[in-house]
């Protein structure tokens, strides 16, 4: 467990100890290269090779996992690979058993927070995410060093639960923790279906049968019996002979179109948890989707909830959505998703949610100013804004060309001029305003500012 909860060591390291404790089990101890350990870890060599470097360094307290990491030769002078051992444990240590697999099958993050799990659960202690987030930290970046958040933690503990390496009974514990159950990753065995014999009494056939189904065995069927004739023998085969053309074939079906690709013969495509309770609301139009769209769709669920978005904000956008939309108007069930029902629609700030704070539930001032500015008619004593002026026609060949013609005057524009900057403030705000004063300024003229929402549309009224 030094290993496990030291924030000295990266999660690679962890996972490159498992597997060279696990080699080092034979005599000779492990003496796998560098290619063969990132082969097996399904990690780059680089990865590999800073763990073992880890693993060779001090730690904080003086101990060093790896001692025993030299290179050998053989006696023609040929190098080989290191012989490589790792500490003995002394009897007072902390220790967890982990299944060797599961470095290969985790990602070195998965397989630390595994390793943390398994050890709360031998020892039969309460875990939580909080103090799951306390090991497992930040190891690049400017986060370097901090512990990861709960909701990261979150989503570690729902990959080792569907990848079955855990199971999480949710709440199910003392003051509403969960629960935690290990396993070790080896596939449950076959049911019995009770076909066979018992140990030692033979196989269920009496007599063996050497005929294969190959079409080159030309092993002569036996007759049952001595003397008697063979039922059903075989069709002989016609074979056309040489210098001939081939007769045309009975069967007129067409031929079967061949094309370039070959149909998708692979899994199919299945949602997380996560993205069947978003998808909830319009469930109904799911069923007209290809699997292009489905996965395009839900790699944009994923990136959302990835970057901050609730599973309920992301229900509750679809919800309203759909409530505005008639289900007669949806012609593209995956174009109005992807187009209108998924995208966050507000100003810059990512808690503003169609003009209203997803956290407070206030409606957004810089969304309420901007509508202001667009739709607010005109007050009293403030002129309308005049049409633009028209382009000047050009002057006329028949008064231009003569000398003595009357000389072309441009028209004169009608209406005041347009300022499009507010003159609130002495002249000193410079924000766009097509009316004379802009929001702020506007507000300021009424009164204090306003406090309420309520207050807020009865003075933009």
């Known amino acids: ?67 025993e990491s030299r290179r050998r030769s053989l006696p023609g002078g040929y190098g080989t690979t290191a012989r490589r051992q790792v500490r003995p444990m002394t ?36 875990l939580t995410f909080r103090v799951l987030a306390e090991v497992l930290r ?9 512990p990861l958040t709960t909701g990261a933690v979150t989503r570690i503990v729902e990959q080792l639960d569907a990848s079955g390496w855990i199971t999480v009974q949710r709440r199910a514990g003392e003051h509403g923790r969960h629960l935690f159950g290990v396993h070790d990753g080896r596939p449950p065995a076959s049911p019995d279906d009770r076909s066979g014999t018992r140990t030692g009494e033979g196989s269920l056939a009496y007599k063996e049968d050497r005929r294969t189904d190959r079409h080159d065995d030309d092993t002569a069927r036996t007759s049952p019996a001595v003397g008697e004739r063979q039922v059903g023998g075989e069709a002989a085969t016609a074979v056309a002979p040489r210098g001939r053309l081939a007769l045309r074939a009975e069967d007129t079906s ?31 139009l799911l069923k007209d989707l290809n699997t292009y769209v489905q996965r395009r769709l839900g790699r944009e669920i994923a990136r959302q909830l990835d970057a901050g978005t609730g599973v309920e904000r992301l229900r509750s956008r679809l919800t309203q959505r759909l409530a505005a939309t008639f289900v007669e108007d949806i012609r593209d069930p995956g174009r109005w998703l992807l187009g209108v029902a998924l995208p966050r629609w507000g100003c810059a700030d990512p808690d503003c949610e169609t003009g209203t704070l997803w956290s407070t539930g206030r409606r957004c001032r810089t969304c309420q100013e901007v509508i202001a500015d667009r739709y607010v008619p005109p007050r009293n004593g403030e002129t309308a804004p005049a049409p633009l002026p028209s382009p000047p026609s050009p002057p ?66």
């Open 91 to 126: 009897s007072t240590e902390r220790f967890v058993w982990l299944p060797v697999t599961a470095s290969e099958c985790l990602r070195p993050r998965l397989l630390r927070a595994f390793a943390v799990i398994a050890y709360a659960v031998a020892q039969k202690h309460p």
């Open 254 to 284: 067409p031929s079967p179109v061949r094309t370039g690709h070959r149909p998708y013969a692979g899994p199919q495509l299945t949602f997380s948890p996560r993205l069947h309770s978003v998808l909830e609301p319009v469930r109904f």
């Open 396 to 461: 006329s060949r028949s008064a231009g060309g003569r000398p003595d013609g009357p000389a072309w005057t441009p028209p004169k524009a009608s209406g005041p001029v347009l300022v499009d900057r507010c003159r609130g403030r002495d002249g000193t705000c410079s924000r766009r305003a097509p009316h004379g004063l802009c929001w702020r300024c506007r507000v300021e003229v009424v009164g204090t500012a306003p406090t309420t929402p309520a207050q807020e549309s009865a003075v933009l009224e």
């Open 1 to 67: 467990m030094r290993l496990v909860e030291s924030p000295h060591y990266s999660d690679a390291a962890l996972s490159v100890y498992v597997k060279v404790k696990a080699l080092a089990q034979r005599p000779e101890g492990c003496t796998a290269g560098i290619a063969t350990l990132a082969s097996y870890l399904r990690l780059s060599e680089s990865t590999v090779q800073r763990g073992l470097a880890q693993l060779r360094a001090a730690g904080p307290d003086g101990l060093v996992e790896l001692p």
């Open 138 to 146: 930040h190891h690049s970046g400017p986060r370097a060093g901090l």
